[in-house]
């Protein structure tokens, strides 16, 4: 792409316009498109937890496996008085799963995950933002050896100097199962 100077006013070029200009250049060289949008969320310093569970496919009692062994990184950073919380789930299933339906539909009724962020208190926790993501035509999208990843968008809530962690869930609602949805819970983050 290149840019002609001439062009822009000579009330453009003042030196904040050259400023303003010098950025938009160096996101159009870095880019290769137009100027870079960096969001708050990606300079945060995050302190993840992992931990794995695996789970039968309640729906099905035949012949073939049906284990899915799913893993969960809830994430959260601090930034001033705003917590923030993120998580990655990812999962091996059973090669058979993989393009056997479309969307999983014959596999769950629903698919999701819910993603906090809570507050630590005597008694049960306090719950200060809460999101829920419809993941199951990102479990779909697994590949042919039936594993998939996916991360949650970024959540947030001023807490002012009170402190608050990240906790995820998955909430499967598995087809002919007769139960309706499921939760199952992962281990969340220390607090910030």
């Not at 419809?134 to 697994?142: E, R, V």
């Amino acid at each position: 792409m290149k840019l002609n100077l001439r062009r822009i006013p000579s009330a453009r070029r003042s030196s904040a316009g050259r400023k303003a200009m010098s950025v938009a250049l160096v996101g159009v060289t870095v880019a290769g498109v137009s100027v870079l949008a960096v969001s708050p969320a990606s300079a945060l310093s995050w302190t993840c937890k992992s931990s794995s569970k695996t789970i039968d496919d309640a729906g099905y009692s035949g012949p073939w496996g049906d284990n899915w062994d799913f893993t969960v990184k809830n994430c959260v950073a601090r930034s001033g008085s705003y917590v923030y919380a993120k998580a990655t789930v990812t999962w091996d299933a059973p090669p058979w799963y993989s393009g056997s339906t479309d969307n999983l539909a014959e596999v769950f009724d629903s698919a999701g995950f819910r993603l906090y962020l809570k507050h630590a208190d005597a008694g049960a926790d306090t719950v200060l933002v809460k999101k829920d993501f419809d993941i199951q035509g990102k479990l779909a999208a697994m590949n042919g050896a039936g594993n998939g990843s996916w991360t949650s968008s970024t959540i947030k809530k001023k807490v002012g100097s009170k402190t608050a962690y990240a906790d995820g869930a998955l909430r499967l609602n598995w087809d002919e199962d007769g139960t309706g949805v499921r939760t199952y819970d992962f281990t969340a983050t220390s607090s910030k």
